[in-house]
């Protein structure tokens, strides 16, 4: 399950090449933990990035892949602990409370990626960290506020559908 899990989001990533730091791994990596605990989460997060940093067209770099491996992680962490305090099975068809909630969770967790991947940057290049959130967040395309846009509707519109899905599927029903 983790295997196939880790493939549809190092796949999702290069389908989503075109578009500068929009992806679905961290939706589905958050989900991932949600639904199966943080452990699950968490370890899907690093072996993701452990696959997509080392093949990644955009350059490799070791402070670079380490760091996204722990950002990542924290995605499907988060999840999990969140989904260990909420209702896993979300019976409801659409509930507006929890997406608004989990889209500010999704919100949160990528602004403390990006801050986190930033600093490293910065250690690892030798740059300011002001320049590092200048340049990733606020110079065109805009890579950090295109992920944290990007994640805040990805979370809404889809995080609970999603969990939804696969509990139906972890029940043997019909999707």
Known sequence: MVTVITAVCVGSNYAFMALPNVNIMDLI?????????PFIGGI????TWAVYG?????????????????????FGIVGGII???????????FDFKFSLEISIWGLILTIIYDLFTNFVFAVTFGVSFVAAIVTGWLIPPWFGLMHEGSNLLFFFVAVHPLIRAINRIKRGERV
């Open 29 to 37: 990596v958050f989900v991932t933990g949600f639904v199966f605990g």
């Open 44 to 47: 899907t997060g690093i072996l």
């Open 83 to 93: 989904g260990r305090i909420k209702d896993r099975k979300l019976t409801n068809p």
């Open 54 to 74: 080392v093949l990644n067209p955009l350059g490799f770099s070791v402070p670079i892949w380490v760091s996204s491996m722990i950002g990542e992680a924290i």
